[in-house]
């Protein structure tokens, strides 16, 4: 099934749950007659949907990511006080308008406002059944027990929400729904820690003023959204310093910027084929775009030179991967790459550089950056500029030969295997028209 | 209704932690984060030039204990330490040979030099969340007789730079000769006087843990 077609038959299925759900909530609504409240609601709650925030997923994505918003709280507590036909309708209605006004506001194209609103109103009706199931009493007064019924519907919301999302993410954006959701469930305890306080509050002044009570929610809410913010904020911070560090070392030898690349994008591949975990796999992305750092430490002269290294020049090359290290070594988010950049030279045999390490000792992900390199480095660059200077590059054949050939002495067996599995799918898709 | 009075109470506490790490946490939080991620940058540069230009780490403590002596707000101290990391990332565009040259330079090579203010303030606009640092690393070399009116922390800047600059090869008494020589000529008056009066705390304190230590042993 294409893209498309997997997109649409996945659309029409959370259209069909969703227009039910609307049906079943709305009918006992009409007849409560809560007009006043639910504008006052929905007004607070397209406030919160409008300051979105953006959540960066990948360094390589520059303007993509999950945008979420901070109107959960308001809904789950609509669910409490008014039962939850009213939170289904309340959570269907904002999703709409700021969607609408967000795509207009930033040019997007207007289905996305109906894709989020099939999403969300699923998952405001799972929080809202569950919290029927728990035979919760709506308009109760404000007790003790409010609280873990809020944080019970919050997961709930928030567990649906992430699943369905993360399905459409992968029909749309090609990611796997594990990595996204291994993504979003860290977080997941902090943003409940964050989200039920403020869901309290809004329960207990919807309780005790109606829609008037809520313009005292105001404040605390722009705190939250503050909270949520910053955390976007350091993520994105996170990816930035990657990405500029790899726009440094492209800038500063433009030989390597494909390269770097390419050989991100297979080292990844190769790590979720060798069964690491989605985390590993980002990060074994990360240090195979920043492997060369440490060559923007060393002379260019040499780096670019088209005749033979002499013997000194080449032992000052040698020192990238420690180099490399060392640049990062006083930035502790970054230590868990550390190793794999210092070792990316090391080979099975104990005849690389810089410490001579064998087989096992060498961390996995060294020797899959170490085989991507290589292949990628005898394959040499699409572009005339981006051959290497001193070496004729080799056909695809010639250099999975070539790998086949060391493999078990300077390069991994296991990740040779593999990585020649990778490229040779990588042909199958090219002739089939798809690019990588 | 004795539960509804604790369940209030701890709505309006975990309400002013939330506030609390809104506004106080994690915004320090994030800042130290920022300032790891561009330690790489500065190290990157100390490397490349072998540690003539780029350091960061004995500057960055200096600088701050002259911003604070200044009563410098804490979001113009934050952009400084920030200019600090950033200030010789432009270092990177100027040949090997230039930056690691023995003896004096040409006038073309030190015009080259000169020039990597310019272009590292040019490399932080691109960073999007850093673009407000880029006027104080483009200022990080500024003479108070021709910029009288640039912001004091790039005047700290300027003759922290220097500063260590000549501390790293003489000793420290040149280095504080130096700024005083330069006092509203090329440095800042009052960012002199702050500095000098640091470093004066800094060997008191020195001296005074010595003696403690002194003590101690006999």
């Known amino acids: 099934m294409t893209k498309r077609k997997r997109f649409w038959v996945w659309?029409?299925?959370?259209?069909?749950?969703?227009?039910?759900l609307l049906f079943w909530?709305?009918?006992?609504?009409?007849?409560?007659?809560?007009?006043s409240v639910f504008g006052g609601v929905v007004a607070l709650a397209l406030l919160a949907e409008l300051l979105l925030i953006r959540s960066p997923l990948r360094p390589e994505y520059t303007d993509r990511g999950l945008w979420f918003s901070v109107s959960t709280p308001i809904v789950v507590a609509t669910i409490l006080t008014y039962g939850w036909q009213f939170g289904v309708w309340l959570d269907a209605t904002i999703s709409l308008l700021a969607g609408l006004f967000t795509a207009q506001l930033k040019n997007t194209h207007p289905r996305w406002a109906l894709v989020n609103t099939v999403q969300s109103v699923p998952s405001a009706g799972a929080a809202g059944l569950t919290v029927v199931a728990l035979q919760w009493e709506p308009a109760s007064p404000a007790g003790l027990f409010t609280l873990p019924a809020i944080v019970l519907a919050l997961l709930v919301y928030m567990v649906v929400n992430t699943l369905l999302v993360s399905v459409t993410m992968s029909i749309v954006e090609g990611v796997r729904v594990p990595w996204v959701l291994g993504q979003t469930a860290l977080s997941l305890p902090r943003d409940i820690a964050l989200m039920a306080p403020i869901s309290?509050?809004?329960?207990?002044?919807?309780?005790?003023?109606?829609?008037v009570g809520l313009v005292g929610v105001l404040a605390p809410y722009l705190a939250l959204r503050q909270a949520f913010v910053i955390g976007a904020r350091q993520q994105e911070l996170y990816h930035q310093t990657i990405r500029s560090l790899g726009f440094l070392v492209q800038r500063t030898h433009p030989y390597t910027g494909g390269h770097l690349q390419r050989v991100s994008r297979w080292a990844r591949r190769v790590a979720e084929r060798l069964g690491l975990p989605p985390d590993?796999?980002?990060l074994v992305y990360e240090a195979a775009l920043l492997h060369d750092l440490g060559k923007t430490v060393i002379d260019e002269r040499i780096l670019n030179k088209p005749s033979l290294l002499s013997r000194e020049e080449w032992q000052e090359v040698k020192k990238h991967p420690q180099l490399g290290a060392e640049i990062l070594s006083n930035t502790p988010f970054l230590s868990t790459i550390l190793p794999w950049i210092a070792m990316h030279h090391e080979r099975p045999d104990g005849t690389?550089?810089?410490?001579?390490?064998?087989?096992?000792?060498?961390?996995?992900?060294?020797?899959?950056?170490?085989v991507v390199d290589a292949f990628d480095a005898m394959i040499g660059g699409e572009a005339p500029n981006q051959k290497r200077t001193?070496?004729?590059s080799m056909t695809l054949e010639e250099a999975l030969a070539e790998l086949e050939r060391c493999a078990g002495t300077q390069f991994d067996e296991q990740v040779v295997h593999i990585f020649k599995q990778v490229v040779q799918e990588w042909q199958h898709q090219r002739v089939a028209g798809a690019s990588v | 209704m004795e539960g509804t009075w604790w369940a209030g109470l701890t709505a309006i506490g975990s309400l002013l932690a939330l506030a609390y790490y809104a506004f106080v946490v994690a915004p320090a939080r994030l800042h130290r984060w920022r300032c790891e991620g561009l330690r790489a940058f500065a190290r990157l540069i100390e490397l490349r030039t072998q540690g003539r230009y780029g350091k960061s780490e004995p500057l960055t403590q200096i600088a701050h204990a002259v911003a604070l002596r200044l009563r410098l707000p804490l979001h113009e101290r934050r952009r400084m330490e920030l200019a600090i990391y950033l200030r010789d990332i432009g270092m990177v565009a100027i040949p090997y040979a230039t930056l690691n040259k023995q003896g004096a330079l040409t006038c073309a090579e030190r015009v080259l030099l000169d020039?990597?203010?310019?272009?590292s303030a040019s490399i932080t606009e691109q960073i999007p969340g850093l673009w407000q640092v880029a006027p104080l690393v483009r200022m990080h070399h500024v003479v108070y007789s021709e910029h009288p009116d640039a912001p004091l922390s790039a005047h700290i800047l300027s003759a922290l730079d220097d500063w260590l600059r000549i501390a790293q090869h003489a000793d420290a008494d040149a280095a504080a000769a130096v700024?005083?020589?330069?006092?509203?000529?090329?440095?800042?008056?009052?960012?002199?006087?702050?500095i000098l009066d640091e470093l004066r705390q800094r060997a008191l304190d020195r001296r005074n843990r010595l003696a403690r230590s002194a003590a101690l042993w006999l």
């Open chain 1, 11 to 20: 659309f029409c299925c959370l259209t069909g749950v969703s227009t039910i």
């Open chain 1, 25 to 35: 909530a709305g009918v006992p609504l009409l007849q409560q007659h809560l007009w």
């Open chain 1, 200 to 211: 309290y509050l809004i329960t207990a002044a919807l309780a005790a003023y109606g829609a």
């Open chain 1, 280 to 282: 590993r796999c980002e």
């Open chain 1, 352 to 370: 690389g550089y810089p410490f001579g390490l064998k087989g096992e000792q060498i961390p996995l992900e060294a020797r899959i950056i170490a």
């Open chain 1, 390 to 392: 001193h070496r004729r």
């Open chain 2, 115 to 119: 020039r990597h203010a310019e272009i």
């Open chain 2, 179 to 194: 700024l005083k020589q330069g006092i509203g000529t090329r440095y800042h008056p009052l960012v002199v006087q702050a």
